[in-house]
């Protein structure tokens, strides 16, 4: 190598031109002397010559190596090998002159070649080469690099740059020392992949991120929250929100600064567009890289919607509450065991507050299922069933209900309760029953009175034939034919009026048991004709009591009228026994009268309910008029009373009015 | 010989006034008070029309009429089923259809009853 100053770099020495001409003139001065000590005063003196030219040329050598120009010392060249980074040193031409071992290792021995060609296989200089800007100004310069190592690798090098001068001054050469930076670039690359990532995930997350400082300022946003707050980074978190001044009492931010855990909370807040927002807010702490708490990330997830939802749904349920509890019916919910797990309060009030009771129990009584259940029903096919029942109410009284029973399935289709709403029929019921009976008694009182008819237009017959033929047998037949019949019309036209209006009753305190004496003796000549005994049976002390005298004869007769019918119309082949019909008369413990008339007639088939009223309809009774049950409901409903009956088949029937004593203390 | 008819009705009154109808239009006339006495009455002869009535005790007027349907010597023996009971020839079935019957509604006038009963004697 040779430097543009005519210096030479050689084994560790800086060689020019003088001082190679010095050295030669001093190499043929020496050999002169040497020849001519020789010639004249023998080896002996020659070779001390030469011993002390050898030390004093050492020492200058020395001196040279001191003045900095020598590099050729063993434990400098250590280091430069040693060094853990590639060192080489060009000269102004770019040319490699030394190398160490790591650039070897790398590069390969490349002393002479352009150092852009070792480095990057290039054929000129690099622009803003550093190692020409060190020559120029003899400076340190750095700069990165991508380099190729001479296996193909791509390394990434940081690169200094430093002057070599000579004694002088003079820049004779520039040491290029670079530093293998390829893996902190990989992993400052990885580094800026994964905060690109963060910041992906920190902007696009569907709720609103913030990070905040001590002093509760906004640090950063996401794009969520720059959307629907603004992006105003260095603003208080409570202006924000609540347009407040102060920190918010209760913050959930500062209860995470002071221990360094997770708070959350619902909040409301108001948006720049004036509309209110309901959050859930997380305040979770961020620590540093000496593990102290800095900075909190609040992050807020908008559940308006979700809270609008929640409100509706209580408010339905509150109004389905409402509902269930208000409305004017009784409901009761049914698991499959027929166990009551919920009910209205209206069920409660009326058959108690029972749950987990099975339903038979709680308004029927029974110790089992009743035949015929609707919820069963229901829980089999899933469908609406409508039943009428007969329930017992808490206090023992029954009730006519209308029962639907109706499936309340799970979100899989599966029916896991009935819900069975009851409604009371009483007095739908009890009209039926005077419509029925209205409808009847019409039908049958038509009959009557076609019957009638015929009767008065037979009798006419009859007695125009008599004056005809002047027969007054005959005559007298007619005439009795046509009396009788005006009889029954003045009858029926009597209980229809009785029945049709507001009649004012008359009150007496009297002994009941002589009304029911004479109804007794007034049956008694029919009934022994009709081949029924007449019995009359009477609690001994019956006391007396508040009774319309006319209605209450008006019902026993009706009752007694019906019984000896019943007996009259029996077409029982196989009966022995003889017809009879009781009239009884008692007062029992609560002070009530119970009037009874039992007959032994064929009784009423057991599986027609109401139609017990039509049997007695249908029969032919020849003395009344066909209102016969509905003027003694009457009369016992005046009385503040009831009628019920009981009757078996082939037994016999019995029809009781039970009336409240009232004394002349308690009149009506 | 007078053509006879059987009055069955457990009503006095329509007793009465069937037979002095019958006997004035020349017709010789028996009673029965009941389903049962009728049946006991058939056995000692046959009557050239029967009179019924529906609702009687022991053996209503439709039993009664089945039974003589039901009877060889009987069921060609004209009847007429008086009742007031409204569309009472529902209550009877086919039986209704193997003899001659007529099915009149009370109240109905004497003269209309007569000329029934003609037409079903054939008069």
């Not at chain 1, 002393?111 to 340190?140: N, R, W």
């Not at chain 1, 690099?145 to 004779?172: A, N």
Request: glycine letters at 8%; a negative charge; hydrophobic letters at 35%.
């Amino acid at each position: 190598m040779r430097s543009t100053s005519g210096k030479i770099f050689m084994r560790g020495y800086v060689w020019t031109i003088a001082s190679l001409y010095r050295v030669a003139m001093v190499a043929v001065l020496t050999a002169i002397v040497l020849t001519a000590v020789a010639y004249y005063t023998g080896v002996i003196y020659t070779g001390l010559l030469a011993a002390l030219l050898l030390f004093g040329y050492g020492a200058a050598a020395y001196q040279v190596r001191n003045s900095g120009m020598a590099l050729d010392f063993p434990g400098v060249d250590r280091f430069f090998q040693r060094v853990p980074c590639y060192l080489s040193i060009q000269d102004r031409d770019l040319r490699i002159i030394r190398v160490n071992r790591l650039f070897r290792q790398d590069f390969g021995q490349r002393i002479g070649e352009h150092c852009y060609k070792v480095y990057k296989g290039a054929d000129e200089a690099c622009p803003d080469c550093p190692v020409l800007k060190t020559f120029e100004d003899g400076q340190t310069h750095t700069t990165q690099e991508s380099v190729i190592t001479k296996d193909g690798r791509k390394v990434e090098i940081i690169v200094y740059t430093t002057p070599v001068k000579d004694e002088e001054g003079v820049v004779m050469g520039v040491m290029e020392m670079s530093t293998n930076i390829t893996e902190v670039k990989q992993l400052q690359q990885e580094i800026e992949a994964k905060r690109q990532e963060y910041q992906n995930l920190f902007d696009r997350v569907p709720c609103y991120l913030s990070t905040l400082d001590r002093e509760f300022r906004i640090l950063r946003v996401n794009e969520q929250f720059r959307k629907e707050f603004g992006g105003k980074v260095g603003e208080f978190c409570h202006k924000i929100y609540y347009g407040r001044d102060t920190v918010c009492p209760d913050c959930h931010v500062a209860k995470t600064f002071e221990d360094g855990e997770i708070h959350s909370r619902e909040k409301t807040v108001t948006k720049p567009d004036g509309s209110e927002a309901r959050l859930i807010v997380y305040a979770s702490p961020i620590h540093d890289e000496k593990g102290e708490l800095s900075a909190v990330m609040e992050m807020a997830t908008d559940i308006t919607e979700i809270k609008a939802l929640q409100d509706k749904l209580q408010e339905t349920q509150a109004r389905f509450q409402q509902l269930f509890e208000g409305v004017p019916c009784y409901i009761s919910i049914q698991n499959r065991d027929l166990k009551i797990i919920d009910a209205n309060q209206r069920f409660k009030d009326h058959f108690g507050d029972r749950p987990g009771t099975p339903c038979y129990e709680v308004y029927k009584k029974r110790s089992t299922a009743c035949p015929e259940c609707p919820v069963m029903m229901t829980f089999e096919d899933g469908l609406i069933h409508t039943h009428e029942e007969k329930v017992i109410n808490s206090d023992g009284s029954s009730t006519d209900m209308l029962v639907q029973s109706s499936p309340i399935n799970d979100e899989n289709g599966d029916c896991t309760a009935v819900m069975e709403v009851s409604t009371d029929i009483g007095e739908v019921k009890h009209l039926q029953r005077e419509l029925t009976y209205m409808g009847l008694t019409v039908a049958v009182m038509a009959h009557r009175i076609k019957n009638i008819l015929m009767g008065l237009e037979g009798g006419i017959f009859v007695v125009n034939t008599g004056f005809e033929d002047g027969d007054h047998d005959t005559l007298g037949k007619g005439w009795k034919m046509i009396e009788r019949n005006v009889g029954r019309v003045s009858a029926i036209v009597k209980d229809l009026l009785y029945c049709s209006k507001e009649r004012q009753m008359s009150f007496e305190l009297l002994d009941p048991g002589t009304v029911l004496c004479n109804v007794h003796e007034l049956f008694h000549d029919r009934a022994v004709r009709d081949g029924v005994d007449l019995i009359l049976e009477l609690q001994n002390d019956l006391p007396d009591g508040q009774f319309d005298r006319d209605a209450l004869h008006s019902l026993i007769t009706n009752l007694v009228t019906n019984a000896i019918d019943a007996c009259v119309n029996d077409s029982r082949e196989n009966r022995t026994e003889q017809h009879r019909v009781i009239i009884k008369a008692n007062i029992d413990h609560r002070e009530n009268y119970r009037f009874e008339v039992s007959d032994n007639g064929p009784g009423i088939p057991g599986h027609v309910g109401e139609s017990v009223f039509d049997d007695f309809f249908s029969t032919k009774g020849r003395e009344g008029t066909g209102l016969g049950l509905l003027v003694a409901n009457k009369v016992a409903a005046e009385h503040a009373g009831t009628i019920t009956f009981e009757s078996l088949e082939n037994i016999g029937t019995t029809f009781r009015a039970v009336i409240p004593r009232k004394t002349a203390v308690d009149t009506k | 010989m007078s053509k006879k008819v059987m009055i069955v009705d457990d009503e006095e009154d329509m007793r009465i006034f069937l037979e002095t109808l019958f006997k004035k239009a020349g017709y010789e006339t028996e009673v029965a008070i009941n389903g049962e006495e009728a049946m006991r009455q058939l056995e000692h002869g046959v009557p050239n029309l029967i009179t019924l009535d529906i609702l009687m005790p022991k053996k209503s007027g439709i039993s009664f009429f089945q039974a003589i349907r039901e009877d060889e010597q009987l069921k060609s023996v004209p009847v007429i089923v008086l009742s007031g009971v409204t569309r009472h020839s529902e209550f009877f079935g086919s039986e209704a259809r193997t003899g001659p019957t007529e099915f009149v509604e009370k109240p109905v006038a004497p003269d209309v009853l007569l000329s029934k009963a003609k037409e079903l004697l054939g008069e």
